[in-house]
């Protein structure tokens, strides 16, 4: 299925890719996986996330990670749900967004994430509710940055977000790309994208930053298909650029949720291979705290 779409995302990339220093070995083997979860809002939710998690936990992800909702909504509930990720035995990762905080909170958020063990933390700037009060005292993801620097010296591993299709806010792409370069230069030692679809737009950026004297690992984040109305308002809000073939794939399929689900999965694996094949510095997967696409995806390539 799928011959006419899938023939554009299997283009070639070069065998000896002359771009960054983290994509400059074309690879079969297998890339290091990390996985993202939301917190769950219930008793019930954080019961099923546990299962998921166990099923998860089967690819040997190198750490999975939990988002935190701008404003400091699920603060608590990101926490327990990175504590429960560590008691599990593997690498729990906080997401923190400083919108709405002040330096006092953030360095008492920080605090807590350290003494519970957590040594990687992914440091954005996030998106304040309308009516949910001042931005607080950071400005961008970068102030955010700099400051875990100076005030945790050694203490966390820093990833940033990256976007190579544009965060939806940025003036222009070399705008935005200057951006990711000056919250590189203040301290990220990594990056994880925005989900995207066309391989080429992060190849692209990479490239692009690489250009810019910036070799930190860019981890591709990529959204298995499960859900067409679901993927279409995320990748708006966004700014995830999904390829017309794709949405009329899908806008074809209607409810019938067997052909989604098998059309994502032939998607989302020919674009791992072609990640893969260029020497990708990791997969994360936005789990959406389902695991039946990423068991899917990563069976097929033969990555459990
Ligand atoms: P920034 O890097 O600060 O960029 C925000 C905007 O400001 C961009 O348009 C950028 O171009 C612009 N900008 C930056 N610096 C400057 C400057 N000096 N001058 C002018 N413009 C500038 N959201 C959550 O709420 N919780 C999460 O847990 C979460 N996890 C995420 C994980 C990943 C991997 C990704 C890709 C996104 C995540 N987000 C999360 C979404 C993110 O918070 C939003 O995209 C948010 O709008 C931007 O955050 P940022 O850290 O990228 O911001």
Not at 181 to 201: C, D, H, L, M, R
Request: with cysteine.
């Amino acid at each position: 299925m799928g011959q006419v779409g899938l023939s554009l995302l299997v283009s070639a990339w070069p065998a000896a890719n002359p771009i960054d220093t983290h994509m400059t070995h074309p690879s079969t083997a297998k890339p290091a996986l990390s996985i993202e979860f939301f917190p769950p809002k219930t008793p019930q939710g954080v019961e099923r996330l546990r299962a998921v998690r166990q099923e998860l936990y089967t690819l040997n992800p190198e750490f999975c990670s939990v988002t935190f909702g701008a404003g400091g909504s699920t603060q608590e509930g990101t926490l327990r749900a990175v504590q429960d990720i560590i008691n599990e035995g593997h690498v729990g990762v906080a997401h923190y967004s400083c919108v709405g905080a002040t330096a006092a909170t953030a360095r008492e958020h920080l605090t807590r994430l350290a003494a519970m063990g957590v040594h990687r933390i992914v440091a954005l700037r996030g998106d304040l509710p309308s009516g949910y009060g001042s931005n607080g005292e950071f400005t961008y993801a970068k102030d955010l940055v700099a400051f875990v620097v100076r005030e945790f010296p050694g203490r966390f591993h820093v990833e940033v977000a990256a976007y190579p299709e544009t965060h939806p806010q940025a003036r222009s792409y070399p705008a935005d790309l200057r951006a990711f370069v000056e919250k590189v230069k203040a301290g990220a030692n990594s990056a994880i994208t925005q989900y995207f679809f066309s391989a080429q737009a992060y190849f692209r950026f990479v490239e692009d930053v690489s250009a810019h004297s910036v070799h930190i690992p860019i981890v591709p984040g990529l959204m298995p298909i499960t859900n067409s109305s679901q993927l279409l308002r995320f990748s708006d809000a966004c700014g995830a650029e999904v390829p017309r073939w794709i949405r009329q794939r899908l806008e074809s399929y209607g409810d019938d949720q067997v052909s989604i689900k098998a059309f994502g999965l032939e998607v989302m694996t020919r674009l791992c291979e072609e990640l893969q094949r260029a020497g990708v510095p990791g997969i994360h997967f936005y789990s959406l705290n389902q695991s039946e696409a990423i068991l899917g995806i990563c069976d097929h390539l033969g990555w459990r």
